[in-house]
């Protein structure tokens, strides 16, 4: 317990020593070889590029070059329109040019400055390291801002008094699932969103988190497709901060949700009918509860759900990955003899 307790205030003092910044991407980082890490990352090299292009049509048409902090802004402000107009243009979505409703231009200019707001309302110079800095002096790099000695104290880019967590998936047929996997990881990217989508040929699943005004955002962008119309997708939210998850991925798969069955196989086509409150209770009301025709109850919950509460009467598959549940499922009905019984229904709790 003691090496525990002294690596996690090793990791604390880390943390409160930070002391790079990237000018270009307005980002704080822990130390200097993060910065020089993320430097040398995709993300960093993309914006260098955009930004060494635009000083040199600049300097051709005699204008004023912005400074970073504005450049950022700018840069976020084009790529999050772009990576909007990218499935617009590829889905063919009605009107496919470049203008975009006059509302939504409004949220993402406010969706931008709340980004650079936030990158730059970190706490600069922590109390706890004044002597020291002023006794060794602070290191420089070239993209590391005079004025600045950055100290993390929070997620930068989402506050969790206005975060979202973001859960949503759906089945549908994508055969172009991986030109939708490259739209996707570039517009949450430029979202400043973090989490994990699972794309496939059957549909999408994602978990997503970030500023509520980029969640909002993210779940318009996404309704301009024809797959993922508004009110196709039951999103749940949930308050929260990106902080949530480490990074952003987007992965093409077999399968959105794993089961091990090949998805040729088993489709979402004349799956059971999903119940709404009332008629949950009538399914539940309309029998003897242990007559011959009674409902069969299979709650197809992870374990520990299952064990914090369930229906009555329900019957759990205790299963601690989802791909256990053919096998389980199979065993259940071979046990109770189910293809055997007349039940009213068959009713499956997710």
Not at 10 to 22: G, I, L, M
Not at 292 to 312: H, L, T, V
Not at 323 to 331: Q, T, V
Request: charged content about 25%; glycine content about 6%.
């Amino acid at each position: 317990m003691r090496h525990k307790s002294a690596s996690k205030s090793k990791r604390k003092a880390s943390r409160d020593s930070a002391t790079a910044w990237c000018q270009l991407c307005q980002k704080p980082f822990f130390n200097h070889r993060a910065l020089s890490d993320h430097e040398a990352g995709r993300h960093h090299v993309a914006v260098q590029k955009a930004f060494e292009a635009y000083k040199a049509e600049a300097l051709s048409n005699n204008q004023t070059i912005l400074p970073p902090k504005e450049f950022f802004a700018k840069h976020r402000f084009d790529t999050i329109v772009s990576s909007i107009n990218f499935i617009r243009k590829s889905a063919n979505v009605k009107p496919v040019d470049d203008t975009l409703d006059p509302d939504i231009v409004a949220k993402i200019r406010a969706l931008v400055d709340e980004l650079v707001t936030l990158q730059g309302q970190c706490n600069w110079v922590p109390t706890n390291r004044k002597t020291l800095r002023s006794a060794t002096g602070p290191k420089t790099t070239t993209a590391t801002a005079t004025t600045h000695t950055p100290i993390v104290q929070a997620s930068p880019s989402t506050a969790a008094s206005n975060g979202i967590v973001l859960l949503f998936y759906k089945y549908v047929h994508l055969p172009d699932y991986l030109v939708i996997r490259e739209w996707q990881q570039q517009l949450c990217e430029a979202l400043e969103l973090r989490g994990k989508i699972r794309i496939a040929e059957e549909g999408i699943n994602g978990s997503l988190a970030g500023l509520s005004r980029a969640v909002e955002l993210y779940i318009y962008a996404i309704g301009l497709h024809p797959a993922f119309r508004p009110g196709t997708i039951d999103f749940k939210q949930s308050r929260g901060d990106k902080a949530a998850f480490p990074s952003m991925w987007v992965r093409g798969c077999k399968e959105i949700i794993v089961l091990g069955i090949d998805p040729t196989e088993l489709t979402c086509e004349g799956g059971g009918k999903h119940l709404s409150p009332t008629q949950w209770h009538s399914a539940l009301t309309s029998t003897a509860p242990k007559g011959p025709r009674s409902p069969y109850i299979m709650d197809c919950r992870n374990w520990y759900e299952a064990q914090i509460g369930r229906f009555k009467g329900a019957q759990p598959l205790l299963m601690r990955r989802f791909d256990e549940f053919p096998a389980l499922a199979k065993e259940l009905v071979e046990k109770e003899r189910l293809t055997e019984r007349c039940v009213s229904h068959y009713i499956f709790v997710w």
